[in-house]
């Protein structure tokens, strides 16, 4: 496995801008999730696709927020007019097809500071 | 729905002494727990898994875990501690259908010399 891979690692932006972050899952992972982490907080569970489907959106995603995964590869998280409380640690995940004993693999995540 | 209660925000041990991570659980269904750990700016490490097998659950580094259910516990064991263990630990639960994660709020592990 080469990991999963998020880019960038950091990203620093005025309020009010948009952003948009990448992963690029483990290559025979057709599933994929994105968290939230906020300082000192577990991360929270925000989205999640099955190939290029997304199945599944948790209420912390706002309509500012959206997720694509074109052709069931790498996803994309954009963010727009963004708002301090954006800050946070970004991460992606993906794991094999469903089943309970499929873990997620991790990324190194994004942090994003908004000024 | 599911969720985790991590019993300690820090734990601080010398080095060469046990460790544990205290972890309950409360979940409708037969849960799947996992134990991950998070360096600083890195992305989380599995440790180990339960998914219904065996309740003593051995994992990576040394660690290992125990699931009762008469308990709703889930905790993290290592019988001796090493500088490289002090991280942040999360204590995980699964929903029914192994998509959302749902974390604890995490233990910092200390390890002093």
């Known amino acids: 496995d080469t990991g999963v891979s998020q880019n960038p690692r950091h990203k620093i932006t005025k309020r009010g801008q948009n952003v948009t972050f990448r992963c690029d899952p483990i290559s025979e992972h057709n599933r994929l999730y994105w968290y939230r982490q906020t300082l000192g907080q577990g991360p929270e569970f925000l989205t999640y696709f099955q190939n290029e489907a997304q199945l599944e959106k948790s209420r912390l995603l706002s309509d500012r927020f959206s997720a694509e995964r074109p052709k069931g590869s790498f996803s994309t998280l954009e963010i727009q007019r963004t708002e301090q409380g954006d800050s946070a640690m970004y991460l992606c995940?993906?794991?094999?097809?469903?089943?309970?004993?499929?873990?997620?693999?991790f990324g190194d995540g994004t942090r994003l500071s908004i000024l | 729905a599911q969720s985790v209660t991590q019993l300690d925000s820090h734990v601080s041990v010398s080095e060469g002494t046990p460790v544990l991570l205290r972890c309950n659980y409360s979940?409708?269904?037969?849960?799947?727990l996992f134990w991950y750990v998070q360096h600083p700016n890195k992305g989380l490490q599995l440790l180990l898994k339960y998914t219904s097998a065996a309740t003593l659950v051995k994992g990576i580094n040394g660690f290992e875990a125990e699931f009762k259910k008469s308990e709703t516990s889930f905790h993290l064991t290592k019988p001796s501690a090493h500088m490289s263990d002090a991280a942040e630990y999360f204590c995980?639960?699964?929903?029914?259908?192994?998509?959302?994660?749902?974390f604890g709020g995490g233990t910092r592990l200390m390890v002093k010399p």
């Open positions: 995940a993906s794991s094999r097809d469903r089943g309970l004993s499929q873990p997620q693999h």
């Open positions: 979940s409708s269904y037969s849960p799947s």
């Open positions: 995980v639960v699964s929903d029914n259908a192994g998509n959302m994660l749902t």
